[in-house]
């Protein structure tokens, strides 16, 4: 593996202008005021680092095509994490995104690894991808199956991913065991775009309709753990989907013989705990040829998808005055958008990554705080879904260890894992459980 940004970056991420919750209040940015967007002044955009091949590599901030913004909630540190590598492999024009959503103890830590190595895995394949060397029949060959462009970006991902996380389990310096990531990726060449997704984290594409109006396209889906694909998976593995009593409608993965560690969702880097259980790190890898119709891209963690939809996402972006304010006022919408629609619960990290495709020109005319009355009205939104201020609710946790769970005996109730009963399936467990034990100790306690 060749060196990444994290070595090369030097005093650029590790000065006095980087904060690693990521709970950036120090850019340049806008506020509303009456109405208006008034410019905050800050050399905050040129924070950028050095990766592989000369890449420009930001942890936060904006360029041309790029706006990020991070904040951290209320349930501890941030435990996202996000970058864009421009120039990526070396190749002008090529981008390479992420967002890492960290869960468990060591969450944050994970994220960061993530973040700061699998960009570098990613670009070392670059020079073996090129669309200069594959040649295929545009007008025939449109579909991923016969794009030989996507299989190979697709192999790559695959690899790549799969390199990661065998790389995060022998770190004893990270602890990994109960803690994990998911990641949702993607690579933009050109036309091509490529999309890897590890997780309940999401990508979305703004494009235009037949009537030239803005419209949101889900690129990626949630990796949860009551799809049913996902389900049949963990099941045979022996793991156990099942959702608490209090949050009946999320689908957690527990372990065979132990209410740990609930995590709410099917994929993800590290949880090594649940690796033989049906928890697995493969991203399921998709292929877009982007066109003139499509706009700008946002990827982000699922603090941001639990409150605000992908059609509210594209409107608050399409009407930032700037782009260089874009994520961060997606970020204010989301945290607004908990306040009024679960103000029971603890605001959770977002993190925002918005790619944009073109340069920069008025999308939509009318004003934020139109949109706002319009279309984001969270007061509104909150009555109509009944939700009232003593409502009990989910907090968004990813992951609950320890937690005492009570299983449904209602088959229809909840799903649950394969036991018949007997003691071969819990014999079968505690011996998996024993090895885990005895890996665990290579890691770093916690």
């Not at 004893?172 to 990641?183: D, F, K, M, Q, R």
């Not at 030239?212 to 963990?234: C, G, H, M």
């Not at 319009?374 to 201020?389: D, G, H, M, V």
């Amino acid at each position: 593996m060749g060196a990444c940004c994290t070595c090369q970056r030097g005093q650029n991420f590790e000065g006095k202008h980087h904060n690693h919750n990521h709970n950036h209040n120090h850019h340049n940015y806008y506020e509303e005021n009456n109405g208006e967007q008034k410019e905050i002044e800050d050399d905050y955009q040129s924070i950028v680092g050095r990766g592989d091949l000369g890449a420009n590599v930001r942890l936060c901030g904006f360029s041309k095509f790029v706006s990020m913004y991070s904040q951290q909630g209320k349930k501890g540190i941030n435990q996202d994490a996000m970058t864009v590598w421009e120039n990526f492999g070396g190749q002008k024009g090529m981008f390479f995104c992420g967002v890492f959503d960290g869960h468990g103890p060591s969450g944050h830590k994970v994220a960061r690894y993530v973040r700061d190595f699998l960009p570098s895995k990613i670009s070392s394949y670059n020079n073996e991808i090129s669309t200069n060397s594959i040649r295929w029949d545009v007008e025939k060959d449109d579909s991923e199956a016969d794009n030989p462009y996507f299989v190979a970006w697709r192999d790559k991902f695959l690899k790549s991913f799969k390199e990661m996380d065998e790389e995060l389990e022998g770190d004893g310096s990270i602890e990994s065991y109960c803690s994990g990531t998911t990641a949702v990726t993607l690579v933009k060449q050109g036309e091509h775009l490529i999309v890897g997704n590890l997780g309940d984290s999401r990508a979305i594409i703004c494009t235009r309709d037949d009537k030239n109006e803005l419209v949101s396209e889900q690129l990626t889906v949630d990796l949860k753990p009551n799809l049913p694909a996902e389900y049949e998976r963990i099941r045979s593995c022996e793991g156990r989907v099942m959702a608490m009593e209090e949050e009946p409608s999320v689908y957690r993965v527990w372990m065979p013989d132990q209410d740990c560690p609930g995590l709410a969702m099917a994929r993800a880097f590290g949880d090594f705990c649940l690796k033989d259980f049906g928890l697995i790190s493969v991203p399921e890898v998709y292929y877009r040829k982007l066109t003139e119709k499509d706009e700008f891209i946002v990827l982000a963690s699922d603090g941001l998808w639990d409150v605000l939809s992908n059609d509210e996402v594209i409107r608050i972006v399409a009407t930032a005055r700037k782009r260089s304010i874009a994520a961060r006022l997606v970020v204010h919408h989301a945290v607004r958008a908990w306040k009024y629609k679960y103000p029971c619960a603890k605001v959770d990290d977002c993190a925002v990554v918005c790619l944009f495709l073109k340069r920069q020109r008025p999308l939509l005319t009318k004003s934020l705080s139109e949109v706002t009355e319009l279309s984001l009205n969270y007061t509104e939104l909150a009555s109509s879904q009944n939700n009232t201020p003593n409502s009990k609710i989910d907090d968004g946790l990813d992951t609950l260890l320890n937690y005492q769970l009570k299983e449904e005996k209602d088959p229809n109730v909840v799903a649950t894992g394969l036991n018949d009963g007997s003691g071969n399936d819990h014999n079968k467990s505690s011996s998996r459980h024993a090895r885990y034990l005895s890996r665990r100790k290579s890691a770093m306690n916690f």
